[in-house]
């Protein structure tokens, strides 16, 4: 199942639920059911509510999808009419990993550094703001962050139970879906604060891009391999810069599974539905690798540029830059 959050057409959402998206699902031919106007209880229900009591809401979900010929059609709109915001537009939380070696090798080799051996021993991550995370659409960013603003082509899941001090299974076993993340970062204000080694901030507090839906894992079986290491998942990861092709990996390439990052997280610590997990760049995925690598030179996103990020089963997240004259 494809969920998503979304603001319906003027005139047909009132109240605080169209204020703050209402909950649906997006199905084959650009259609999105409208769960609220489909079925009376599940009208009010965020997705963070769904994901917490998904034992209820996921079957009146599925049962809605189990009826499609025969539904309603005011409750079926066309993709093209409502406004998808993040799927998750407040999550609970958001960790973003460091699983790609690839991304990693390039950006040290780049900066004159060897490969960091701590990287096989552990996986990382960082927190970032989950208070202002966006979807498909607008990026709206001030000049400052102008100054070198670069993509970051990455996938997340979100935590679907509680956990802690999991095994790799049960790591797994707490995923409740994927989507497509987009990392923005201000490189300019990153490079700065970096030098002090406490972790990005600036550079990467002011957004990032989730959706442009919620894929449930059950829809990405046939990608998935388990391994002795937790799932591996099959899935062409590629962004392209105003129609371009820039970035082209997979995210089987990740040297960390989502279940390594969870169980890391989890040492110790109890994490909720909710909680957002990211995989970290693919390689090749942003223009500080690509620069420094040569493939691109001196390419950063500016006002007017379209960058969209594409991966197999997850659909295609698409984010255009403005510049905000009041940030």
Not at 62 to 82: C, H, T, W
Not at 198 to 214: N, Q, Y
Request: glycine letters at 12%; proline letters at 6%.
């Amino acid at each position: 199942m494809k969920l998503v959050t979304f603001l319906p057409p003027a005139g047909e959402g009132s109240g605080v639920t169209s204020r703050r998206g209402r909950l649906g699902a997006r199905v084959d031919g650009g259609r999105i059911l409208d769960f609220a106007k489909l079925e009376r209880q599940l009208a009010g229900v965020t997705m963070i509510d769904f994901i917490q009591d998904s034992g209820v809401h996921m079957p009146r979900a599925q049962a809605l999808l189990a009826m499609l010929p025969e539904l309603s059609y005011s409750g079926i709109l066309d993709e093209r009419r409502v406004s998808l915001l993040s799927p998750l537009p407040r999550p609970v939380s958001i960790r973003d990993g460091y699983a790609f070696r690839q991304h990693v090798e390039a950006a040290r080799r780049n900066r004159g550094l060897p490969m960091i051996p701590e990287f096989d021993r552990f996986p990382v991550f960082y927190f970032t703001n989950h208070l202002a995370v966006i979807g498909p659409g607008e990026l709206r960013v001030g000049r400052d962050r102008l100054k070198r603003l670069d993509f970051e082509l990455e996938a997340f899941c979100v935590i679907g139970k509680t956990v802690l001090n999991p095994t790799l299974a049960e790591a797994d076993e707490a995923i409740f879906g994927y989507g497509i993340m987009n990392d923005f970062s201000a490189r300019a204000l990153q490079a700065e604060e970096m030098k002090l080694n406490l972790g990005p901030a600036k550079g990467k507090d002011f957004a990032t891009a989730l959706g442009p839906w919620l894929v449930t894992k059950d829809e990405l079986a046939p990608r998935i391999e388990p391994t002795s290491s937790g799932n591996v998942i099959h899935a062409r990861m590629t962004a392209t810069v105003n129609g371009v092709l820039v970035s082209d990996g997979n995210l089987s390439q990740m040297s960390w599974t989502f279940a390594q990052i969870i169980q890391r997280a989890a040492d110790g610590v109890m994490l909720g539905p909710g909680e957002v997990i990211g995989s970290g760049t693919v390689g090749t995925g942003c223009f500080l690798e690509l620069n420094g690598s040569g493939v691109t030179k001196d390419q950063w996103l500016r006002p007017g540029d379209v960058v969209s990020l594409a991966i197999d089963g997850l659909g295609v997240l698409t984010n255009h830059v403005v510049e905000d004259p009041s940030r």
